[in-house]
């Protein structure tokens, strides 16, 4: 994970994919976990590397396979991976969306912290790349996604480098509820039955930086709006 140079060398990708891959099909999941966790580091640098794209159509299905465990760590390893891949557009349509919810909110409520934040980065992507439609917006309902993002945000610090993408999330999850689908029940409406679980959205909007005020501010103004 530390060796940029290695994340960033084309080469050198081209000839760990082929391992790793045979790696994630293996029967044992502690070692398709570690596999998970290498592409991971590989794929972290995803922007810069092609290779890592090529691959995508080969190594997607063997990460949702993964997805399937009932492991939060094993799903912890291949959620990460995905976060990073999903950072390319055209990796993100392909993505089954629907199918991935439930075990990302799975590592967003029991997972370690940084696994949260991978599973919400991959929330994120996910919501940025694709459209929602009445499955998945009751997938993200029924899931208990929303509460457990804020959640996540109420456990960082408002210096944290990774805490306007976790509210970025959020202010996806707004774009498409305001754009409206057949539910009559919007999505923040579990937020509404808790109003205390607000309170991590209200302090970025009273003490965090300019560019997280006002994510803050565009969730809470849809929040009023919808409940």
């Known amino acids: 994970k530390d060796r940029k140079d290695v994340r960033q060398s084309p080469p050198l990708v081209a000839e760990l994919i082929a391992p790793l891959h045979k790696l994630l099909i293996a029967k044992n999941e ?8 290498c592409l991971a580091a590989l794929s972290d640098s995803i922007v810069h590397n092609p290779e890592v794209v090529k691959a995508a159509s080969e190594i997607l299905p063997l990460l949702f396979k993964l997805c399937t465990s009932t492991n939060v760590q094993v799903l912890e390893q291949a959620i990460s991976a995905l976060a990073n891949l999903l950072q390319n557009e055209k990796i993100s349509k392909r993505e089954p969306t629907a199918d991935i919810i439930q075990p990302l909110t799975h590592v967003l409520k029991e997972g370690t912290p940084e696994g949260r934040r ?10 940025q790349w694709n459209s929602i439609d009445d499955i998945i917006f009751e997938k993200i309902q029924h899931s208990g996604a929303v509460p457990a993002v804020v959640s996540l945000l109420g456990t960082m610090k408002l210096e944290d480098i990774d805490l306007a993408e976790v509210l970025e999330t959020l202010v996806f999850l707004a774009r498409h509820n305001k754009a409206g689908t057949n539910s009559n029940r919007p999505i923040w409406s579990v937020l509404g039955e808790a109003p205390q679980t607000i309170t991590p ?4 909007l009273a003490k965090g930086p300019p560019l997280v005020k006002d994510s803050a501010i565009h969730i809470l103004s849809i929040l009023h709006r919808d409940l």
Request: proline share 0%.
């Open 30 to 37: 502690q070692v398709s976990m570690y596999a998970a966790q």
């Open 201 to 204: 959205i209200i302090d970025c």
């Open 118 to 127: 991978q599973a919400a980065r991959a929330l994120s992507r996910i919501l």
